[in-house]
Nanobody, 120 residues
């Protein structure tokens, strides 16, 4: 399984950016996909998840600002990030997994991640 995340960069507070993650080696459409982020010294946290059918869930810290979506024909999941804040600065990783009840559970294949820095 390979997960190739891209689209990170340096953005000013209040700006927008879209991350992409293309998966290979899996039957993409049957899995839920998630975006995580991690800053040095802290645990990786789930930001957003989307099921194979398109149902979405978000961390409280990004609700109303971030939108997760997927294109099953392109094996790609996206994270549109608006109204960015300095606290969104992190390395962002995508993952594939399943829903257990209402919880997204990743399989633990992360790829290299992409760095987002929000700073003026």
């Amino acid at each position: 399984v390979q997960l190739q995340a891209s689209g990170g960069g340096l953005v000013q507070p209040g700006g927008s950016l879209r991350l992409s993650c293309t998966a290979s080696g899996i039957i993409f459409s049957i899995y839920a996909m998630g975006w995580y982020r991690q800053v040095p010294g802290k645990q990786r946290e789930l930001v957003a998840a989307v099921t194979g059918g398109g149902s979405t869930s978000y961390a409280d810290s990004v609700k109303g600002r971030f939108t997760i979506s997927r294109d099953n024909a392109k094996n790609t999941v996206y994270l549109q990030m608006n109204s960015l804040k300095s606290e969104d600065t992190a390395v962002y990783y995508c993952s594939y997994g399943v829903l257990k009840g209402s919880d997204y559970v990743p399989f633990g294949s992360w790829g290299q991640g992409t760095q987002l820095t929000v700073s003026s």
